[in-house]
């Protein structure tokens, strides 16, 4: 990050020496450093990750994909869930009273809790391994 500012202090220091006709030049410049350090670190990003899932893999473990476990993820299923609840319980409940009522939110409890569930539930092997 420091290269990065040290850089747009040099391009800035030199477009007030060289002027305004090489300010577009200076700029293409700056912005392909900018470009040269995202891609390095997106890359250094793309091997790391795939080197845990090579590991990963060979452990017979499966996958984590990143982010999987994060808090807006969990917290947005589970908003979702409330809201698509509500014309649930109201289906349910006109069309089949209480035991409906009670069949959708059994539903709704369900599939929050295979979800929550699903990182300690084993992955399957394939047959041919």
Do not use: C
Request: hydrophobic share 45%; no cysteine; net charge negative.
């Amino acid at each position: 990050m420091d290269e990065l500012k040290n850089e747009l202090d040099a391009t800035l220091h030199a477009r007030r020496e060289l002027g305004t006709e090489y300010e577009a030049a200076l700029v293409d410049s700056f912005l392909g450093k900018v470009e040269q350090g995202l891609d390095a670190t997106i890359d250094r990003q793309v091997r790391r990750r795939l080197g845990e899932r090579q590991v990963a893999t060979a452990r017979g473990e499966r996958p984590r994909t990143p982010g999987a476990e994060g808090f807006g993820e969990r917290f947005g299923f589970g908003i979702i869930s409330l809201v698509l609840a509500v014309p649930l319980s109201a289906i349910a409940v006109t069309q089949a009273d209480l035991e409906g009522l009670i069949v959708a939110w059994l539903g709704i409890v369900g599939v929050n809790a295979v979800y929550a569930l699903r990182d300690r539930i084993p992955a399957r092997r394939d047959e041919r391994d």
